[in-house]
């Protein structure tokens, strides 16, 4: 056989392939896609996951689909398409007689990531299980569906002690429940400008009642989690508090102050501005929704366009008590944000960035 023929490009045709620093891994110079052999590709995928000694990704694959228009480079033989994963549709080329891969430029990182997409995706896909539903039946709160955080989330565990600490201390002591509303609620009364900027920030850990610290802390858990592994603990908290900032001046911008002062406490705006971050970054995630007894796992944007409608609907019929505007403030900021971040993001969370795109399929 004619060495030539070794160095044909499976996809581009050309005579192209050269040998790595891992003679048994060929690169070509054309298209830039990878050949893999003698197990090469197990390795690689091995060394991408510390946690992993041997891998056999053969055993992972989904289904043969057809023959490919590609030939093996060693045994002149057309490849095999494979499914990568069940639930993640790139295909690849495998070799049928020896266990040559061959993977386009797009696919390496997909493939190299793959035993990661694979836990994610299964987590994702999970049915609804009559403990989730029992929960939301009896709490009306959603069960989430998302990848499990690699940061612990310090700063989300301190926002909800520091929110229950307050509430607490105003729950055993009228006296103090009354200071923690005059001072660190947002009072638009509030003279000095210099406290009048502190409770912007402050008016966001004090709350109402129960139901209402109850409500903030469980949708903070549940998502917070998720932004602040994507985000990092200090960006995190500085979007938490900014947003939390904002909300109010949307409440404060179109509150009416003839019908008196407005008292505003309450970490919903700055967790409404998590919603938007969360709906356009997890796009894979599910919450579930229930319909008196029927629970259906759905995906962010449908969850939270009925959030926003329910909450556009108690602005127009102007139901007193909710801070409707800083609801809807703090959401549309979110979602602003999480627009002009989200490459970033995506380029900091390889494994969000693969579960973003179409490949990825979710089962609800
Ligand atoms: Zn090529
Ligand atoms: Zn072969
Ligand atoms: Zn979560």
Redesign the pocket.
């Known amino acids: 056989m004619p060495r030539i023929r070794h160095q044909r490009c499976p996809a581009c045709k050309t005579d192209s392939l050269a040998a790595t620093s891992n003679p048994s891994i060929l690169d070509c110079r054309q298209c830039h896609g990878l050949w893999f052999e003698d197990g090469a590709l197990n390795h690689a995928i091995a060394h991408q996951h510390d946690c992993i000694d041997d891998y056999d990704h053969e055993l992972h694959l989904g289904p043969a689909l057809r023959p490919s228009d590609r030939q093996?480079r060693?045994?002149q033989?057309p490849m095999v398409h494979y499914q990568l994963l069940e639930h993640y549709t790139t295909e690849i080329d495998c070799?049928p007689?020896?266990d040559?891969v061959w993977l386009d430029k797009h696919e390496i990182d997909q493939v190299m990531h793959s035993p990661k997409l694979k836990q994610a995706l299964s987590d994702l896909n999970k049915k609804v299980t009559w403990k989730s539903w029992l929960f939301q039946f009896l709490t009306s709160m959603p069960v989430e569906y998302n990848v499990q955080p690699h940061r612990t989330p310090w700063v989300t565990r301190l926002l909800i002690a520091l929110c229950s600490l307050i509430f607490v201390a105003g729950m055993f002591a009228p006296d103090t429940n009354e200071w923690i509303f005059v001072n660190l609620g947002l009072n638009s009364d509030t003279q000095s400008p210099a406290h009048f900027v502190l409770q912007l920030l402050t008016y966001q850990f004090v709350h109402g009642g129960l139901m209402h610290l109850v409500g903030n802390m469980y949708f903070l858990s549940i998502i917070g989690d998720n932004l602040e592994d994507a985000l990092g603990h200090g960006a995190f908290l500085a979007i938490y508090l900014f947003a939390g900032v904002m909300a109010a001046l949307a409440e404060l911008m179109l509150f009416d102050t003839a019908q008196g002062p407005l008292l505003l406490v309450g970490a919903s705006g700055s967790i409404a501005a998590l919603f938007g971050l969360y709906l356009l970054w997890f796009r894979h995630a599910s919450l579930t929704f229930m319909i008196i007894v029927y629970q259906k796992k759905l995906a962010p944007h449908w969850y939270f366009l009925i959030w926003s409608l329910i909450n556009l609907f108690g602005m127009f019929t102007a139901q007193g008590g909710v801070a409707w505007a800083a609801h809807l403030g703090g959401f549309a900021l979110g979602l602003l944000l999480g627009y002009l971040m989200k490459d970033y993001v995506l380029r900091k969370n390889p494994l969000i960035a693969l579960l973003n795109q179409p490949e990825a399929v979710l089962r609800r």
């Open positions: 093996c060693r045994c033989v070799c007689e020896c040559g």
